[in-house]
């Protein structure tokens, strides 16, 4: 029987890895200032009332 052909675990690490996001978000749609209102308006009406504040920042 021949041995399968050991990986190093720095080449797997390297497959696994995702690009991360672009720095600007302002070049994304749904963070234009309109659509970030309107959706702010939707999660205060979804949890009002409440204890727990909105959050304001959207990130995706």
Known sequence: ??????????????KRRVDPAPSNDKTNPE??????????????????PSSDPVSVKITK
Request: no cysteine; aromatic share 4%.
């Open 1 to 14: 029987m021949s041995d399968p052909k050991p990986t190093s675990t720095s080449d797997t690490d390297e």
């Open 31 to 48: 963070n234009h200032q309109d659509e970030m209102s309107q959706r702010l308006d939707e999660a205060l009406e979804e949890t009002f």
